[in-house]
């Protein structure tokens, strides 16, 4: 997007490209795109610390009006973390707690997915393609998110010993039926329809639209008041969603409503993995969603559950501190960089969990997993949310 940018309006990076478009009532758009096309632009830490100081600038300048966030190419907007540079860290020191670059990581992540969710002007986030962990923490915070019939969106962390985090043990708790719990334990892959209905998303649009949304930005009738331009990106965004009805997919949750009900049933961990990993129909998307269940990591699928369960009464500040603790956790034990190594690194797709089964799982094992570290200077890093 450059209609009407100037060079002194542009600053480009290795991982980030912002711009500032005039528009026609004097005030401006603040665009960023991930730059990292070729990695699906996974969010590394060198995008994290461009990202976050240039939302701060934006959201204190009065003249910028609405803020724009989208990804570089037609495949992805963010397909999550960049978990294989987090891997090569891990390797190089393992055990440790806090490990030092896997804290900066994760805080950091946390730290700019927070000032999206409270950000105090409209943030447009164009979630086409894939959106996978960190990329839907980047979009699930936003005033103004989009999907296209290319959306493919997840929660994946079950298949590399993770867990979902960047505050989706808050947000996904939050969708209609417990339809979050079951992405966070069989990192089913849902489409642009699924996220409108399950409330991940605002509007659907055709993915071929991106541009001439884009270029009627600069000419809608912004102001200076934040609630104002709110309206004024909706409606535009509304207009767009109008002419999108030919393209939309069917929605996965509304098809499987009763069996993703049924397999919701009850307040235990193991008996609603146990259901889901049963299924014995003939439905494909629910098939591959067991399968999922059953090869990923024991310990991740309670932990999905157990946070989603720990924050039912935690305000999304205090949630993203304790996933902050849990995935720290999870880095000084095995099963993360077991994960990573059998799904991107060797691609043997065989890992070896540790616990192996859900039946070794203890609760002292879960319990572990919430036991903060000690931390350097003593405070959460995230204390100041």
Known sequence: MNSGSSPSAQADSACVRFEEIPTQHGLRLGIAKLNAEKSLNALSLPMIRALYPQLRRWANDPEIACVVL???GEKAFCAGGDIRSLYHALKEQPG????????????????????????????????????????????????????????????????????????????????????????????????????????????FLRASDREALFARLPSAKWTADAK??????????????????????????????????????????????????????????????????????????????????????????????????????????????EGVRALLIDKDHKPQWRPRTLAEVTPEWIDGHFAAPAWPGSNHPLADL
């Open 228 to 337: 104002e331009n709110r309206d004024v990106l909706s409606a535009l965004l509304r207009e767009f969603a109008s002419q999108a009805t030919g393209v939309m997919p069917a929605s996965n949750f509304k098809a499987y409503e009763q069996e993703i009900q049924s397999f919701g049933r009850g307040d235990s961990a193991e008996e609603m993995i146990s259901r889901i990993a049963r299924y014995d129909g003939n439905e494909e998307w629910l098939l591959r969603a067991a399968k999922t269940l059953a090869a990923g990591s024991p310990t991740s699928a309670i932990l999905g559950f157990e946070l989603q369960r720990r924050a039912q009464h935690l305000d999304l500040a205090d949630t993203l501190r304790m996933e902050l603790i849990v995935a720290l956790q999870c880095c000084s034990r095995p099963d993360l960089t």
């Open 70 to 72: 989208h990804g570089a």
């Open 96 to 203: 440790a707690l806090p490990h030092p670059m896997a804290l900066e990581f994760f805080a950091e992540e946390y730290r700019l997915d927070y000032s999206i969710h409270r950000y105090p002007k409209p943030i447009l986030v164009w979630g086409s393609g894939i959106v996978l962990g960190g990329g839907l923490g980047l979009m699930a915070g936003a005033s103004h998110r989009v999907v296209t019939e290319t959306s493919r969106i997840a929660m994946p962390e079950v298949t590399i010993g993770l867990f979902p985090d960047v505050g989706a043990s808050w947000f996904l708790r939050r969708m209609p039926i417990r339809l979050g719990l079951f992405m966070a334990l069989t990192g089913v892959q849902i489409n642009g329809r699924d996220a409108v209905v399950g409330g991940l998303a605002d509007y």
